[in-house]
């Protein structure tokens, strides 16, 4: 396992914090809907996809006030990816009700939240 500096760290967790825009209680009610448990990939064998996963991974960061560990800070750096590579694939209309978006809140990005701050 790679080992980061504790500024590399910081600027992960920053990133984290950006890239999460739903609160743990918003994403916990998110994971147990339908629609979050409708899309992603599951890996053979396995009742949950890994965005699923990373979701209940990701309130669990939300909850955990300092004290991370790299495995903690690993999933941050996941998250982040993730989120900013799929939201470069954002279909240009009807996201609202779309697999890309309900995809993006399972790791704990809602991609219409940025649409209102742009509006505001």
């Known amino acids: 396992m790679t080992h980061h500096t504790d500024r590399e760290n910081e600027t992960t967790l920053r990133e984290f914090r950006e890239a999460v825009n739903m609160s743990a209680k918003e994403l916990e ?4 809907t339908t629609e979050s448990q409708s899309v992603g990939l599951k890996q053979e064998g396995q ?43 954002k279909p240009a209309s009807g996201i609202e009700h779309s697999r890309w978006r ?3 809140k399972n790791w704990g990005h809602d991609p219409l939240r940025d649409a ?5």
């Open 29 to 32: 009610n998110w994971l147990e």
């Open 102 to 104: 309900y995809s993006l």
């Open 47 to 89: 009742d949950e996809s890994t965005g699923h996963q990373s979701g209940r991974y990701i309130v669990k960061l939300l909850d955990q006030k300092g004290e991370y560990s790299e495995a903690d800070y690993g999933q941050m750096r996941r998250v982040v990816s993730y989120v900013h590579r799929h939201l470069a694939q």
């Open 116 to 120: 209102d701050k742009k509006a505001s």
